[in-house]
Every structure is written in C-alpha cells, then in structure tokens.
C-alpha cells in the first residue's frame, strides 16, 4: 500500500516537472511583459557611432589637427592612422554652425589682435568674400577622437580681391572657436616681430603648455627664411610642430601646425 502511494506521488511530481518544463517559459515571459509594458526603462548602450566624439583636452585636440592635415581625404578612402576629410554630414548640433562661424570668427581675430598676436590692421571676415568649409580631423584607430575644425578661407577667384590687411586662411575649432592655424596679410614687418611672445601668448590662449625651441631651425624648411619653430609635446612620441613665419614681399604673417 506504502508502494502504491510512493509511486504515485513520483508520478504526480514528474508530471508537474514535466509541464512547468513546456509551460514555465511562456508563462514567465508573460508575467515580464505585464510588468514592463506601459512603463519607461532606461538602458545605457554602448555605441560607437561616426559622430560621438569624447573630450579631448587642448593638447589632444592639436595633436589630432597636425597629425590629420597632411592625410586629407574622402572618408571612404581613409589611409593611414589619421586623416582629415570634409564633413559631409554638416554640424551635429554640438558644433558651431555656418551661419555661426563668422560670428564667431570676428571676436576670435579681437582677442587675437588684443593679445598682440594679429595687428589691428586685420580686417573682419564675412560670408561675402570667404568660404567656410567644415571638416573632422580623425584619429582612424580611434575615429571616436576626433576634431570638428572649420577651415576658412579668403575667396581669390574673384577678380580684383583686395588682400591688404586680410585674414587669408584660418582653421577654428568647431567646439570653442579657437583660431588653430592663420595665415593674415599685415603692415607690419619681421623685425618688428617678436615669434617667441606670439607663440607663447597663442599658447595660453589655445590652453595649451608652455613650447620648447625646435632643435633644427633649418632655413631650407620652409619656403621663407623669415620663421622659427617650437614643439609641444604631449607624452614622449605626441609632439605637435608649431611655425611662426612671415612671407616678404606679401607681408603676410603665419602661424600653423604641423607632426
């Protein structure tokens, strides 16, 4: 009698194992979806996506920009670790857009004209006589680092263009509208200049570290014997190129950068 009991408490417990088996998913999923429906959940995802960009700091952005401007190229067509291509997809919402660009431009050449770096001669720019044109500079390994960089540049197809006290190309940051890079005509001449101040007053301005001399001031590096040249260095192989120059003859002043 024992027997028969046992055994049929065995089966009534495999039969119950057997369908919370078949019905215990279906029944479960339900109860999950009657608890989540109608109610909003948060999710943090991890995405990677062409226009996320992290925070960089100064030196890291410069960095990019010198490394990115000797690779221009069409996105699709990247080679190399970085490269510096046109944003075809125009501001993201974060950076300054086209109808921005010269107004912020404007207050960028005060503050440089302030600190002594650009004399007061260097006119206002404006959308009638300059293209502004939107690129990324992107580290390829990492393309989340990346610089959104407005290059604008004096338009010399028309006719006529009158270049005297002229802002002739500029590469501004797409964030913060920093002048990166600038090419300006100017009355003023090289012994009048004093690179080491300009460089080092562009510097603080850019919230950057203070440059050291470049070891080989050699005058075949560039196309003017009128420049001298400094390294900022960000970890022991980052270091970025810094040129103060000055073509005779057009009397136009220069500072870029470059790897």
Known sequence: MRRMAANLLFLLFAGL???LSICGPEMLTRYRDRTM???IHAMTADTE???YRYTLSAAEKLHILSESLDSQAEYETLEGAYAFVMNHRGPSGQEITDSQ???TCNPGLEELKKLGILPESVRPVGPDAY???LYSAIDVLEPRNNVAVWKLSLVSSQKHTD???RLMDAYIDGDNGKIYEFYARTPRLWDEMDPDQIVDTWSSYMGLGKPSAYGDQNPLMEATP???????SEGEEEETIVTVGFYEGINELFLKISR
Do not use: Q, R
């Open 17 to 19: 194992i057997m369908a």
């Open 37 to 39: 429906l109608g109610e």
């Open 49 to 51: 996506g062409e226009g």
């Open 101 to 103: 660009i010269y107004e």
């Open 131 to 133: 293209d502004a044109v």
């Open 163 to 165: 270049k005297e006290n």
């Open 226 to 232: 009128y420049f001298k040249k400094y390294v900022f």
